[in-house]
Every structure is written in C-alpha cells, then in structure tokens.
C-alpha cells in the first residue's frame, strides 16, 4: 500500500487514523526510521524487535554455541573465572 503524506516545514508528518490504528498506534507511540538506498522504512518498536529476533534465528539456528548461556559460559572459562 502507498499513501502520499506531507512534511511541514517543521519536519512533522501526520500518519492517516486508519494507518495507526493498524500499527497499535492510535494512543500514540514510537516509530523507529530506518533509511535506506531505497528511502525510508519506518517500524514500530515490536516490529523492530521481531525483525531483529528474527535476523539471529537465520545466523544462529542450529548452533547451540551462539547461544547466550554458551558466551557466558565461554566468557568465564577464558577469564579463569
């Protein structure tokens, strides 16, 4: 979906009620900007989390060695702790 929005010159843009209300932000909230080559992708808090939840999952399934317990455990070891 595209929606066509306006910049004030203050730099404030207003998000349409329908578009916030589906994002959880109808009392408000945080969205976090992310800019890219392709322009800007703007994600709420929970969806930056999951992305992220989501981007260790593909570079730590199945290795139980990437997990926080193992670098922990590897962290007191190489310590002497």
């Known amino acids: 979906m595209t929606f066509h929005l306006n910049v004030a010159p203050n730099g404030r843009v207003v998000l349409p009620a329908d578009i916030r ?3 959880g932000l109808s009392e408000g ?3 976090l900007v992310e800019e890219t080559p392709d322009g800007l992708i703007l994600r709420t808090v929970a969806q930056s989390v999951a992305q992220a939840r989501a981007l260790a999952r593909r ?4 290795k139980p060695e990437t997990s926080v317990d193992a670098f922990l455990a590897n ?7």
Not at 59 to 62: E, L, P, Q, S, V
Not at 75 to 81: A, Q
């Open 59 to 62: 570079y730590t399934a199945d």
């Open 29 to 31: 909230g945080t969205l």
């Open 75 to 81: 962290r007191r070891s190489e310590s002497g702790e």
């Open 21 to 23: 209300r589906r994002m």
